[in-house]
DNA sequence: GTGAAAGCGCTAACAC
DNA sequence: GTGTTAGCGCTTTCAC
C-alpha cells in the first residue's frame, strides 16, 4: 500500500529521548509554553534540529481542533482571474502558517458538493468561494455549522454572507471621469452580456458619471475583440461619431482599437478608448497601448486572506465590501509626448 | 482563539451511541470491513446519515500514515500554463480521494523552502514542482526522504528525478512538417529567447524536419506580439522572402500575422503562420484565425496525477516522459473555402 | 523545573 | 458477529 511513514522523519519521543528529557518537556521547550530552564530548552533545540524533527501538524490539528487550513472552490476553473486572487491570498494565507487546499467545481454543483463535504473531512478552519460565473450562487447544500465563509469575486444571497468583490461602478466611473477630463463630449460604452452583474454595474458607473446618456451609444455583446471591432464599425457609421469609448473589458478595447486603426482613425486624436482588466497581455499588445482600469485583484486576494483570518480568529465579518479600482492610463487615451 | 470544533460535528463514538452499537462496530460498518450483519450495518449507516457524521480525516490519516493529501508548487505564480495542468491534476487526484495543498513559490528558493517545510509537516502523501520558468531546477534544500516527488511542465537534475512534459520537438516537427505538406519551401522560425529548453527543442523540431536549414531564417526574441511585428517586417526586408513563419508561441505568431496584415501581405496566400501554445485569447482573435501546436497540457495534468498516484502507490516511476503534442490547423495555414 | 498520564477521533488486532 | 483496547503523535493538566 503507501510507502509508510518517511524514514527520516522522527517524532517528538524521538526528540526527548534523544536529549535525554521527558515527551512533555521536550513539547514545552519546542512550543516555548511551560517554565523551562534555557538549558533544559537549548538541549531539546538541539536535540530536535540534529534529527530534522518536523512536528506533525496533524496530530497537532487532532488534539486542538484547528487545522490551519482552508479550503478555495474556484468555479472558473482556475480562470485568468482567479490566478492574481488566489496568489494574495495564498501570500497572507502562508504567512499565517495557513495552506490552501484548492478545488474546482467548474459550475457543477454535484462535483461542489463533493469538494466541500472532502474539505470538511480535512476538518478545515474556512472556506472561500471564488469565480464569478455564476453572479449570485445558492447556498451550498451541505450544512457547514458556523464554519468561516468567503465569497470572493463572487457572491452569495444568504443574510449576512461575507462577500468581497472590486469596486465596478467605482472603476467605471474612474474611466467615465477620465475620459471627461480629456475634454471628450460624446463617449460611447461598449461591453458585455447584460446578464453580468459588473456589466450592470460599469455600465452603472458610466451612465451616473455624464450629464446626458445617449442609450444609442450602449452596445452590449460578447467579451471578444471580435465583438469589439464589429461594436466601432456601428459606431462609425452613426451620423456623429463619439469621441472617446469607454469598453467593458480589455479584449472589447483591443478589438475596437484595431478597428479604427483599420479605418485609419486616430486614436486617441480621433477618439479615446479606454478598457477594463489591465490585462496586460491585451494593454501592451496593442497599438497604442491601452488605457485600463484595474481591478487590483492580487490585492483583493490579500484582503480577502486577511479577512478570513480574521473570522477564523472568531470576528464577525458579514457583509458585501468591494475595494477601489485603479485607473492605468496609457497611450490609447493620452497622447504621448 | 479559535471557533473551536464545529457543534454540528459528530464523533464516530456519538454514531455508536446513537446507533445503540459499540464503537469498534460502528468503525466496521463505515469502513465495510470486518464482518457484520446487514442489519446491523444498516444501522449504524442510517445513524451517521441522521447526525451528519463525517469521518475525521485527520485522525484517519494520523493513524493510517498517509494524509490523503499533496502539495503542488507552482514557479510561475499560477501562470496561464500552470492553470491547465492543475484542473487536470485536480480532477484526477480529486477522484482518487486525495486533496491538493496550492504553494506559489515564485521562483523564491527561500519561499520555496518555507513551503516545502509546511507541506512535510502536514505529512502530504506526494509533491508536485511545476512552472517552466527555471528550466533545470536545483534539489530544494530539505531532505525529502523516500516522499514521491513530480515535476510537471519543469525539470530536476537529480539522477531518476521523475519529470512529465510535452514533447515540443514533437510539437515543432508537427507545425513544420504541416508547413511543408502545403507545398512552402522557405520556412522561417521566430521564436523566444535561446536560454528556454522549449526554445531549443523547438528549434530542433523545427530543422529536423527540413531538409536544409537557413540560419539567417531562425529569429530569437522576446515572448512578446512587439517581436512578432518587428520579425516580420525583417524578414519582409530580406531579398528573398519565407513563404511560411513558424512562430515559438502564438503571441509572436499573432504579431507577425498583424505585421503582414499591415504590409498588405496575404496569410496564408502569400504567407503561412503557424504558432505555438493553441492559446485561444490569441489564436481566435487573430485575422485570420491562428493556427497553432497544442501541448494537451490538461492532458499533461490528468496524467500527472495518475503517475503521482501510482508513486504513492509504491510503483517506481522515474526519468523523464513527454507527452505529444496536437496540430490545431486554421485560417493562417489553411485558406478557407 | 520536570515527568507521567489522559485524551483529540479514528482503526485494527484481539477477545468473547 | 460484536465489544474492548491499544495506539497514531501531539498538547496539556496535574503531581512531584
Given at each position: 500500500?503507501?510507502?509508510?511513514?518517511?524514514?527520516?522523519?522522527?517524532?517528538?519521543?524521538?526528540?526527548?529521548?534523544?536529549?535525554?528529557?521527558?515527551?512533555?518537556?521536550?513539547?514545552?521547550?519546542?512550543?516555548?509554553?511551560?517554565?523551562?530552564?534555557?538549558?533544559?530548552?537549548?538541549?531539546?533545540?538541539?536535540?530536535?534540529?540534529?534529527?530534522?524533527?518536523?512536528?506533525?501538524?496533524?496530530?497537532?490539528?487532532?488534539?486542538?481542533?484547528?487545522?490551519?487550513?482552508?479550503?478555495?472552490?474556484?468555479?472558473?476553473?482556475?480562470?485568468?482571474?482567479?490566478?492574481?486572487?488566489?496568489?494574495?491570498?495564498?501570500?497572507?494565507?502562508?504567512?499565517?502558517?495557513?495552506?490552501?487546499?484548492?478545488?474546482?467545481?467548474?459550475?457543477?454543483?454535484?462535483?461542489?458538493?463533493?469538494?466541500?463535504?472532502?474539505?470538511?473531512?480535512?476538518?478545515?478552519?474556512?472556506?472561500?468561494?471564488?469565480?464569478?460565473?455564476?453572479?449570485?450562487?445558492?447556498?451550498?447544500?451541505?450544512?457547514?455549522?458556523?464554519?468561516?465563509?468567503?465569497?470572493?469575486?463572487?457572491?452569495?444571497?444568504?443574510?449576512?454572507?461575507?462577500?468581497?468583490?472590486?469596486?465596478?461602478?467605482?472603476?467605471?466611473?474612474?474611466?467615465?471621469?477620465?475620459?471627461?477630463?480629456?475634454?471628450?463630449?460624446?463617449?460611447a460604452h461598449v461591453t458585455?452580456?447584460?446578464?453580468?452583474?459588473?456589466?450592470?454595474?460599469?455600465?452603472?458607473?458610466?451612465?451616473?458619471?455624464?450629464?446626458?446618456?445617449?442609450?444609442?451609444l450602449i452596445l452590449h455583446g460578447p467579451?471578444s475583440e471580435a465583438w469589439g471591432r464589429e461594436a466601432a464599425t456601428r459606431l462609425l457609421a452613426?451620423?456623429?461619431?463619439p469621441?472617446?469609448i469607454?469598453a467593458g473589458?480589455?479584449?472589447i478595447a483591443?478589438g475596437i482599437?484595431?478597428a479604427?486603426?483599420?479605418?485609419?482613425?486616430?486614436?486617441?486624436?480621433?477618439?479615446?478608448?479606454?478598457?477594463?482588466?489591465?490585462?496586460?497581455?491585451?494593454?501592451?499588445?496593442?497599438?497604442?497601448?491601452?488605457?485600463?482600469?484595474?481591478?487590483?485583484?492580487?490585492?483583493?486576494?490579500?484582503?480577502?486572506?486577511?479577512?478570513?483570518?480574521?473570522?477564523?480568529?472568531?470576528?464577525?465579518?458579514?457583509?458585501?465590501?468591494?475595494?477601489?479600482?485603479?485607473?492605468?492610463?496609457?497611450?490609447?487615451?493620452?497622447?504621448?509626448?
Open positions: 500500500m503507501s510507502q509508510g511513514k518517511s524514514p527520516n522523519r522522527y517524532t517528538l519521543r524521538d526528540v526527548a529521548r534523544h536529549a535525554g528529557v521527558s515527551l512533555g518537556t521536550a513539547s514545552k521547550a519546542l512550543n516555548k509554553s511551560g517554565t523551562l530552564r534555557q538549558e533544559t530548552r537549548d538541549k531539546v533545540l538541539k536535540a530536535a534540529d540534529e534529527l530534522g524533527f518536523r512536528p506533525n501538524d496533524l496530530a497537532q490539528a487532532l488534539h486542538r481542533g484547528q487545522s490551519f487550513t482552508v479550503g478555495l472552490i474556484s468555479n472558473d476553473s482556475f480562470g485568468r482571474f482567479t490566478m492574481p486572487i488566489m496568489e494574495g491570498l495564498e501570500t497572507v494565507l502562508h504567512a499565517a502558517g495557513i495552506a490552501l487546499f484548492m478545488c474546482n467545481a467548474t459550475d457543477d454543483p454535484e462535483r461542489e458538493k463533493r469538494h466541500i463535504d472532502q474539505l470538511l473531512g480535512k476538518r478545515v478552519d474556512g472556506l472561500i468561494f471564488t469565480g464569478r460565473r455564476a453572479d449570485r450562487r445558492p447556498v451550498p447544500g451541505l450544512a457547514l455549522g458556523n464554519l468561516p465563509v468567503l465569497y470572493v469575486f463572487s457572491q452569495s444571497d444568504e443574510p449576512g454572507a461575507a462577500c468581497l468583490l472590486p469596486d465596478d461602478e467605482g472603476g467605471a466611473r474612474l474611466a467615465t471621469a477620465h475620459l471627461l477630463s480629456l475634454g471628450r463630449t460624446r463617449i458585455g452580456p447584460e446578464d453580468f452583474e459588473a456589466v450592470r454595474l460599469r455600465r452603472r458607473g458610466y451612465e451616473a458619471s455624464l450629464s446626458k446618456v445617449d442609450p444609442a467579451w452613426m451620423p456623429v461619431r469621441d472617446a469607454f473589458n480589455d479584449q483591443r482599437v484595431e479604427l486603426r483599420d479605418n485609419a482613425i486616430s486614436v486617441p486624436r480621433d477618439i479615446a478608448v479606454i478598457g477594463f482588466d489591465n490585462w496586460s497581455v491585451m494593454t501592451e499588445a496593442s497599438r497604442p497601448q491601452l488605457s485600463s482600469v484595474d481591478m487590483n485583484l492580487k490585492l483583493l486576494g490579500e484582503e480577502a486572506g486577511q479577512r478570513l483570518i480574521r473570522m477564523i480568529r472568531g470576528e464577525r465579518e458579514s457583509g458585501t465590501s468591494r475595494l477601489p479600482c485603479t485607473l492605468v492610463p496609457r497611450a490609447s487615451t493620452v497622447p504621448t509626448p
